[in-house]
C-alpha cells in the first residue's frame, strides 16, 4: 500500500526532520563541541563529534520523518565525499536557509518553486563573494587547518608530516594498528599489502629483509612444486631467497615449502593483492621493477623467468625497493599523461616516485581507533581541499559575506541571515556571548578573528582557525539544493510498512 501525506501533515514532519537532524548535529561544531555516542548492532558503541557520521546514524520511528531524513542527509553525505570536511556546516547552513526560506512561504504566501529558483540563481553571486576572501595556504596554514579539522593537535601534526612527504592524496592511507600510539611510515618503493599464504614466516620475526632475492611471476594458481623443480634448484646452487608471487597456492604444496623452508631453503609464498585488471596491471609493474618474466602455466616456468628484487616483507604487506632507471622513468610518464587516473593509477604514481605514506591509526580500543580514524579522514580532507585557497575559519568568511548582502530581495535576506548561522553556533556551543563578537567583525577595520579555543583575538595572518576555501563552497552549495528541494515538497509518497505474515494479531489477548 502507498500512503500520501501533503500539505500542513507534511509541513510539520519536515520542521521536524530538519530540526531533529540539525539540532542533533549542529551542537558538535566548533573546537569545543559536543560528542555524541552511537549504539552499533555489531560493534560496541563509540563516541564521536564527526558531523556525517552522527548525520547518518539519526534515525526516528515515524516512517515519514523517516524519509525525509534521507533527503536532508544528502547535504552532509555529499559534502563528505567530496571534500571529507565541512559536514556540521552544511546542516547548520541548510536548517537557516530552510527555516528563513520558510518565513516567506508561511508568513508572506511566496510560491515555493519562484524562492528555489531566486535561491539557486543567487547562489553564484554568493559563491564568488566568498572566492575574493580566498589566499594560497602557506606551509603553516596547511598545518593549522589539519590540526582545526581533527581537533586534534597531534593528528593534524601527522596529517600535515604525512602530505608533505607524499603530496598526493592517493599515495597516503590510513591503515588501523593495534599499538598504543599513532605514527607515519613513509615507504620508498612499490608497496602492496596482500593475503599470506601461511603464518610460519612471522611466528619469531615482524619484518623479513630479502636482498637480491630471486622473484617469479605466476599468473595462475601454483599447485605442484616439482614443476618449479628446476627454479628451485637453481635457487640453492646460488644460495638465494625465492620469493613468489601467484593467484593461491595448493595446501600440499604450502606444507612442503614450509618443510622446506626449516631446512633452510627460503621459499616465500605470497598471494597477488588484486584481480582482474588491477591484478594485470600489477604484475606489470612487478615485471618493470624485478625485470621478472610473467609465467601463464607453472610447467612452463624456467630459470631465465626469474627476476631479482631487494624487498622488506611484513606480514601484512610487502615493499619493493628498487633504483630509478629510464624504463621506470617513462612509465611514469605514461600514467602522469593519462586524462582520468583512478586511485591506483594514482597509487602507481607515487609508488614510481616520491613514495607513500601511511598514517598507522593505533589504540589499544577498537572503539578509540575508529574515532581517531575519522579525524585523520577529516584532517586529510580538509588538507587537500585547502590547495585550492584557504578563508579564515570559524564562521567569519561567511559572517564577512553576510554582512555585504544589504538588498531587499527574498533570495539576499535568506542568504544573509543564513551565512551568520555557523559563527553563532560556534559561539553558542562555547558559551561565549556574540554580541562584542560581532561589533568587532562589523567595524571592518581590519580582518581579525576571535579564537573561542584560546579566548583570543587573532589577526588574519597569525590565526590558526582557517577553513578551506572548498570546503565553505561544498557546504553552502549542497545546503542551498536540499533546503530549496524541501521549500518546494508539497506532497509525500511512501509505501506504508505492514506487519509480518502471523503478526497481525500477535498482541490481541493483551
Given at each position: ?192 599489502e596482500y593475503v599470506e599464504a601461511t603464518n610460519y614466516y612471522f ?308
Open positions: 500500500m502507498k500512503k500520501v501525506v501533503k500539505g500542513e501533515e507534511l509541513q510539520i514532519k519536515i520542521k521536524e526532520a530538519v530540526n531533529l537532524l540539525c539540532d542533533t548535529v549542529k551542537s558538535t561544531l566548533g573546537p569545543v563541541g559536543t560528542n555524541a555516542i552511537i549504539d552499533h548492532s555489531l560493534l560496541s558503541p563509540f563516541i564521536t563529534n564527526d558531523g556525517v557520521t552522527i548525520a547518518q546514524n539519526i534515525e526516528s520511528e515515524d516512517e515519514v520523518i523517516n524519509t525525509i531524513l534521507t533527503l536532508a542527509k544528502e547535504a552532509s553525505i555529499k559534502t563528505n565525499d567530496y571534500v571529507a570536511d565541512g559536514t556540521t556546516t552544511t546542516l547548520v547552513l541548510l536548517q537557516s536557509i530552510y527555516k528563513e526560506g520558510l518565513k516567506y512561504i508561511e508568513e508572506k504566501n511566496y510560491k515555493p518553486i519562484l524562492l528555489k529558483n531566486k535561491l539557486n540563481n543567487y547562489l553564484p553571486k554568493v559563491l564568488k563573494l566568498i572566492e575574493k576572501y580566498g589566499t594560497i595556504p602557506t606551509e603553516k596554514q596547511i598545518l593549522n587547518i589539519a590540526i582545526t579539522s581533527a581537533g586534534n593537535q597531534k593528528i593534524g601534526q601527522l596529517v600535515s608530516e604525512a602530505y608533505f612527504k607524499a603530496p598526493k592524496k592517493e599515495a597516503i592511507y590510513l591503515k588501523e594498528v593495534n599499538e598504543p600510539n599513532c605514527s607515519v611510515v613513509y615507504k620508498k618503493g612499490y608497496t602492496l611466528k619469531e620475526k615482524e619484518e623479513i629483509v630479502l636482498n637480491n632475492c630471486y622473484v617469479l611471476l605466476i599468473n595462475n594458481v601454483l599447485e605442484n612444486l616439482e614443476s618449479i623443480a628446476r627454479i628451485i634448484n637453481e635457487v640453492i646452487k646460488q644460495n638465494k631467497a625465492l620469493f613468489i608471487i601467484a593467484d593461491d597456492y595448493d595446501q600440499d604444496l604450502v606444507r612442503e615449502v614450509v618443510s622446506l623452508y626449516f631446512q633452510n631453503i627460503p621459499i616465500y609464498l605470497v598471494k597477488m593483492p588484486a584481480y582482474g585488471l588491477d591484478k594485470l596491471t600489477i604484475l606489470d609493474d612487478l615485471k618493470l621493477l624485478t625485470n621478472a618474466s610473467i609465467v601463464e602455466k607453472e610447467q612452463d616456468a624456467k630459470e631465465s623467468d626469474l627476476g631479482v628484487a631487494n624487498i622488506i616483507w611484513h606480514k601484512d604487506e610487502f615493499t619493493i625497493n628498487f633504483d630509478l632507471n629510464e624504463k621506470i622513468k617513462k612509465k611514469r610518464e605514461e600514467l602522469e599523461k593519462c586524462e582520468n587516473k583512478d586511485e591506483l593509477t594514482q597509487k602507481r604514481i607515487a609508488m614510481l616516485s616520491y613514495g607513500i605514506a601511511q598514517i598507522h591509526v593505533g589504540s589499544k580500543l577498537d572503539t578509540d581507533r575508529r574515532e581517531l580514524k575519522m579525524h585523520f579522514e577529516d584532517a586529510l580532507g580538509a588538507v587537500f581541499a585547502s590547495l585550492k585557497g584557504v578563508v579564515l575559519g570559524g564562521g567569519v568568511t561567511l559572517y564577512l559575506v553576510s554582512k555585504l548582502l544589504k538588498g531587499s530581495d527574498p533570495e539576499e535576506i535568506i542568504f544573509a541571515e543564513a551565512l551568520k548561522a555557523p559563527l553563532l553556533q560556534i559561539l553558542d556551543n562555547a558559551e561565549i556571548d556574540a554580541k562584542p563578537i560581532l561589533a568587532r567583525l562589523d567595524q571592518n577595520k581590519e580582518q581579525v578573528i576571535y579564537n573561542v579555543l584560546t579566548n583570543k583575538w587573532e589577526k588574519e595572518n597569525d590565526t590558526t582557525v582557517i577553513d578551506p576555501l572548498e570546503v565553505v563552497l561544498t557546504s553552502l552549495s549542497n545546503a542551498t539544493l536540499i533546503a530549496s528541494l524541501l521549500l518546494t515538497t508539497t506532497s509525500l509518497i511512501i509505501n506504508e510498512q505492514k506487519p509480518l505474515l502471523g503478526e497481525q494479531n500477535i498482541f490481541k489477548e493483551f
